[in-house]
């Protein structure tokens, strides 16, 4: 019996073999090319360093800053003193009714406790107030005198003791914060008596000579600037 037919073109179609001429120049035109970037790529290592040429000598330049002056300053407001004060204010609000023939009163005792922060603004030290000597190591600087920072009371322990009202009185709504203020500059002032600011300046001195110490002054001579004198 004769077997089942076959195409005759079938094995042919398989099995033909695929044109080399074109597939060869394809793989020499690559050859080629990876050769000429292999050539190009050792060309410029090899060069590039003749046309760059000699490499100039680095010089380092070190430009002296006053170190000094900037570490001060950066305290700006230095807090040397806290000073504590009590004050009692008694205050009265005298009014006259029925034509000035009787006389009323609306008054109060306020007992004041209040805190006084003195220090000194450096902030406002100039380029110079401040002279460092390389040779010597001595620090000389001129500050600005001690000054109130700040004057507050302590709500806490500030109290209206007593508050009277005459029959014909008529009550002050703003007695109080009279009362608050007087006790304010009352004890603002009283912190400046006797040596507060002799030991605000002493404190400070202390603080600052520690300070430029540590930023290379091998002694400190202080100044200070008198109340009221000029400053950067």
């Known amino acids: 019996m004769e077997g089942p037919l076959q195409d005759p073109y ?3 179609a398989v099995h033909a073999p695929r044109p080399r001429g ?3 120049r394809a793989l020499r035109i690559a050859l080629l090319v990876l050769a000429l970037l292999a050539a190009v790529g050792v060309g410029a290592l090899v060069v590039a360093p003749r046309l ?6 680095s ?4 430009r002296p800053s006053p170190a000094v002056l900037i570490g001060i300053r950066d305290l700006a407001r230095l807090e040397t003193t806290e000073v504590h004060v009590e004050k009692v204010v008694d205050l009265a609000d005298r009014q006259n009714r029925l034509f000035g023939l009787v006389q009323a009163t609306d008054a109060l005792l306020l007992v004041a406790v209040g805190h006084v922060t003195i220090g000194v603004d450096l902030s406002r030290l100039a380029e110079d107030d401040i002279e460092m000597d390389p040779e010597t190591g001595v620090a000389r600087l001129t500050l600005p005198a001690p000054e109130v920072f700040s ?3 302590d709500e806490q322990e500030t109290y209206v ?3 009277t009202t005459s029959l014909l009185a008529r009550r002050n709504e703003q007695l109080e914060a009279r009362a608050r203020q007087e006790a304010t500059a009352a004890i603002e002032k009283a912190a400046l008596e006797g040596n507060v600011m002799a030991r605000a300046r002493a ?3 202390r ?3 520690a300070l430029a110490t540590r930023l290379g002054a091998k002694r400190v001579e202080i100044r200070w600037r008198e109340v009221g004198g000029g400053g950067g």
């Open 10 to 12: 079938a094995s042919v």
């Open 22 to 24: 074109q597939a060869g």
């Open 52 to 57: 760059r040429g000699p490499e100039p000598a």
């Open 59 to 62: 010089a380092v330049v070190v």
């Open 151 to 153: 004057t507050r009371l």
């Open 161 to 163: 003791y007593t508050r």
């Open 203 to 205: 404190q400070a001195e």
């Open 207 to 209: 603080q600052i000579t």
